[in-house]
């Protein structure tokens, strides 16, 4: 995954009210905008918004059914999410490492030069 | 909090005032996060990092040694960084006696923008959880929905 492309995802999934929206998404199957806008504390504009971002970011998919557009999770791209948290965990995992080792060797180096 | 993206951590055999110049200072924040750091470590300085062919600007938030350095980076760019749309890097240094430090860091952003702030308390509380926590739920839900 690109850099913008992880941007759109962590923004995507940071935000309160989206989560909320995925969260009934997931747990729903396949549902609607209107749907949604019945179960949540914001406005159906507000829902259709949150839709487009999280379709952007690729976390869900929409299929037209007759005059209604019905919307779905694409596992594969919150397998890709989960990946890539595991990624962030790991690279902060070592810089800390890094840190540590020029840390101690710094100190080592100062205990060396007070002797 | 809602945002929180990562939060890990790691325990030092050196003293807090040498973890702290690891950390903070740009010399050796080359060393360990880009590959050059040009940034004062003030409040409010605005700095740039480079990451091999891609460059970022980064602005320090909060400088108190030798306990406390954050900084923010990944805005948009021409916009200044403010909760919401950038990332939050957050060190916290412990001293666990002389010669001993627990170093944390976490990495947050990116959220609760544009919602009346009630509404924010309301849900920060409901969802106290962090993203890798919230992705691994949805992965549950999921797998769970397949399945049954």
């Known amino acids: 995954m690109t850099a913008q492309a992880d941007d759109e995802l962590w923004s995507a999934i940071a935000d309160p009210s989206r989560r909320r929206v995925l969260d009934l998404v997931v747990s729903n199957g396949e549902v609607s905008a209107s749907w949604l806008a019945g179960r949540v504390p914001f406005t159906r504009q507000a829902v259709s918004k949150h839709l487009v971002v999280l379709e952007q970011a690729g976390l869900i998919r929409r299929r037209k059914q007759g005059r209604e557009v019905l919307y779905r999770l694409e596992a594969d791209r919150l397998d890709q999410a989960t990946a890539a948290m595991a990624d962030l965990a790991a690279q902060w995992d070592r810089r800390l490492a890094t840190i540590k080792r020029l840390a101690e060797a710094a100190h080592e180096e100062d205990k060396r030069r007070q002797t | 909090m809602a945002g929180l993206v990562i939060e890990r951590e790691v325990v030092i055999e050196a003293p807090v005032e040498v973890v702290w110049r690891t950390v903070t200072e740009p010399g050796q924040m080359s060393q360990w996060f880009a590959d050059r750091v040009e940034l004062?470590?003030?409040?409010?300085?605005?700095?740039?990092?480079?990451?091999?062919?891609?460059?970022?600007?980064?602005?320090?938030?909060?400088?108190?040694?030798?306990?406390?350095?954050?900084?923010?980076?990944?805005?948009?760019?021409?916009?200044?960084?403010v909760a919401g749309n950038s990332m939050l890097v957050e060190f916290t240094l412990t001293p666990e006696g002389d010669e001993r430090t627990r170093l944390r860091v976490a990495e947050s952003g990116h959220e609760l923008r544009d919602w009346p702030d009630a509404e924010k308390q309301r849900y920060a509380d409901e969802?106290?959880?962090?993203?890798?926590?919230?992705?691994?739920?949805?992965?549950?839900?999921?797998?769970?929905?397949?399945?049954?």
């Open chain 2, 40 to 81: 004062v470590i003030e409040p409010g300085a605005h700095g740039h990092m480079q990451f091999g062919d891609q460059g970022g600007e980064v602005v320090v938030e909060t400088v108190d040694p030798p306990s406390r350095f954050s900084f923010r980076w990944n805005h948009p760019r021409g916009e200044e960084p």
């Open chain 2, 127 to 148: 969802h106290s959880e962090g993203w890798a926590e919230y992705l691994e739920r949805l992965v549950a839900v999921l797998a769970k929905g397949q399945s049954g």
